[in-house]
């Protein structure tokens, strides 16, 4: 079946340090990736997205890029802010008839000054 | 624009229990999807609904069930709650059949169920 694995956290930065969190997934077909962020006390809101091979997603000064060879979806940043101390959880939607959207486990990352 | 609403934000029950949870979704939209988040865990799909209609489902026991109104709101009700249960539920809403296949859901804030 479907599956996403993220890197384990929690990860610690200084303000102004480059973020990577890993994301590796399976999958049937080609599916849809994604990058929610999940601030503390809140829902999740999407990051950013790629739907084919070689697309970047960008939002927000965050980005990845859908690697189909490697199958990875790598979130970076490349200066990060204590405003984006949250979870960061990667999806897939396999596609296929598959309506549902398949998560990691989340990264906790927290930004200090 | 409302964006996705759930209540209540907080609930505890005792074992054995049977609990209603409710969502509103985003104006315009017409599909629901129920996640089911447990602490340190990522969401996990537990069904959609389109048209009133469950469109899908996941791995999850009958004791969870849901309704969809004439209005889109949605309703997800366990049965016979357990200690496992205890987890941060989640409503996401997209609209119709292009939303469904582009995956553009958009999760409301959840409401924190604790069994005791």
């Known amino acids: 079946g479907d599956s996403v694995t993220q890197m384990e956290g929690p990860v610690t930065l200084s303000e102004e340090a480059f973020l990577t969190i890993n994301c590796t997934y399976t999958?049937?077909?080609?599916?849809?990736l994604f990058w929610y962020v999940q601030y503390p006390g809140e829902g999740l809101q999407l990051l950013l997205k790629a739907t084919k091979a070689d697309d970047k997603g960008s939002n927000k000064g965050f980005e990845a890029t859908y690697r189909k060879e490697t199958t990875s979806f790598h979130l970076e940043k490349g200066s990060v802010q204590v405003s984006d101390s949250a979870v960061y959880f990667c999806a897939l939607g396999s596609g296929a008839g598959s309506y549902q959207l398949t998560f990691g486990k989340g990264t906790k990352l927290s930004v200090i000054p | 624009d409302a964006g996705v609403t759930q209540s209540p934000t907080h609930l505890i029950k005792t074992r054995g229990q049977q609990v209603t949870l409710r969502c509103s979704p985003k104006?315009?939209?017409?599909?629901v999807s129920w996640y089911q988040q447990a602490l340190g865990q990522g969401p996990q799909f537990i069904f959609q609904y389109y048209e009133e209609e469950e469109r899908q489902r996941g791995n999850f026991p009958d004791r969870f069930s849901g309704h969809q109104f004439p209005n889109y709101s949605s309703e997800l009700n366990v049965n016979a709650l357990l200690l496992g249960d205890s987890a941060l539920y989640l409503c996401?809403?997209?609209?119709?059949?292009?939303?469904?296949?582009?995956?553009?859901?958009?999760f409301g804030p959840g409401t924190r169920l604790t069994v005791t």
């Open positions: 999958a049937t077909g080609y599916p849809s």
């Open positions: 104006s315009g939209h017409d599909t």
């Open positions: 996401a809403s997209s609209l119709g059949l292009q939303g469904a296949l582009t995956y553009e859901q958009y």
